[in-house]
C-alpha cells in the first residue's frame, strides 16, 4: 500500500542548531505539504510544493525552508531551531484536484531545549 | 477567501450517545468538503467527504452532507463508542490551487 513515512518520530534539539525533518511518499503525488500542529492553533501550513523544482511558503514559512529534487521526498529544515518551533510536524500529498483528499504522515514530534 | 470554522470542544458523550460536530464553511466557487480523525499518536486519515451539493458522505457509521444552502457540514453518529474517541477535523479543497483548509477540530471523549 501506498503510504508517507516520517522521520524520525521524536526528535529534541537545542536551539541554534539546524534540523531537517524526512518525508517520503510512496503515493506518486505531485502536491506535497507540510503543517504544524499546536494546540489552540490546528493545523498551519508551513510550506507547499507542486512538482520537482517548485516550493511555496505557507502561513508560517519563516525559519523553515523546503527543497523538491524529487517526486517522492519534500524534507523540511529548520535553519536554527527556535523554542517556538516546538511542535509535531505533519507530512501530506494528494493527487491534483479538489475532490482528491490529503494523505498524512504520522508526524514528528519536535522539541526545542 | 476559503475558511472552515468548526465547533469548540471537547465534547465528552456517553457510549451509544448521538453525535453532532458542526461546521460551516466559507469558500469561492463549489469546495470539496471533508471530515478527518486523528487518534492519539497519529496523524489525521480521512474520515469522509463530500463533492458536490446534496452528496452525502459516510463511513464507519458516520454521515454528513454538504449543505450549500446553509454552508454546512455537520457530522453526525447515531451511537458513539469508546473507540470514537479522538479529534474531529472539517476541512475544504478549493475551487482554485491544491490546498486544504481545516478548522480547529474538535475532541471527542465517549466514556462507558
Known amino acids: 500500500d501506498a503510504e508517507i513515512t516520517q522521520s524520525p518520530r521524536h526528535k529534541i534539539t537545542e536551539t541554534g542548531r539546524q534540523v531537517t525533518l524526512a518525508c517520503h511518499q510512496t503515493?506518486?503525488?505531485?502536491?506535497m505539504f507540510w503543517y504544524r500542529q499546536d494546540l489552540g492553533h490546528g493545523l498551519r501550513l508551513i510550506h507547499y510544493?507542486?512538482?520537482?523544482?517548485?516550493?511555496n511558503k505557507g502561513e508560517v514559512s519563516d525559519g523553515y525552508s523546503v527543497s523538491r529534487s524529487n517526486t517522492e521526498d519534500l524534507p523540511l529544515t529548520l535553519e536554527s531551531a527556535a523554542s517556538s518551533q516546538t511542535s509535531v510536524y505533519f507530512c501530506?500529498?494528494?493527487?491534483?484536484?479538489?475532490?482528491?483528499?490529503?494523505?498524512f504522515g504520522n508526524g514528528t514530534r519536535l522539541t526545542v531545549t | 477567501g476559503n475558511s472552515v470554522t468548526q465547533m469548540e470542544g471537547p465534547v465528552t458523550l456517553s457510549e451509544e450517545a448521538f453525535l453532532t460536530i458542526n461546521c460551516t464553511y466559507t469558500?469561492?466557487?463549489?469546495?470539496?468538503l471533508f471530515w478527518y480523525v486523528q487518534y492519539p499518536g497519529e496523524g489525521l486519515q480521512l474520515l469522509l467527504k463530500?463533492?458536490?451539493?446534496?452528496d452525502k458522505g459516510s463511513n464507519k457509521g458516520f454521515e454528513a452532507t454538504y449543505r450549500k444552502e446553509t454552508t454546512s457540514f455537520h457530522l453526525e453518529k447515531g451511537s458513539v463508542q469508546v473507540s470514537d474517541s479522538a479529534v474531529y477535523f472539517c476541512?475544504?479543497?478549493?475551487?482554485?490551487?491544491?490546498?486544504?483548509?481545516f478548522g480547529t477540530g474538535t475532541s471527542l471523549t465517549v466514556i462507558p
Open positions: 469558500a469561492t466557487g463549489y469546495p470539496s
Open positions: 463530500a463533492t458536490k451539493a446534496d
Open positions: 503515493w506518486n503525488h505531485n502536491n
Open positions: 476541512a475544504l479543497s478549493g475551487w482554485t490551487g491544491n490546498q486544504f483548509y
Open positions: 510544493s507542486y512538482g520537482v523544482q517548485d516550493t
Open positions: 501530506a500529498s494528494r493527487e491534483t484536484g479538489e475532490n482528491s483528499p490529503l494523505h
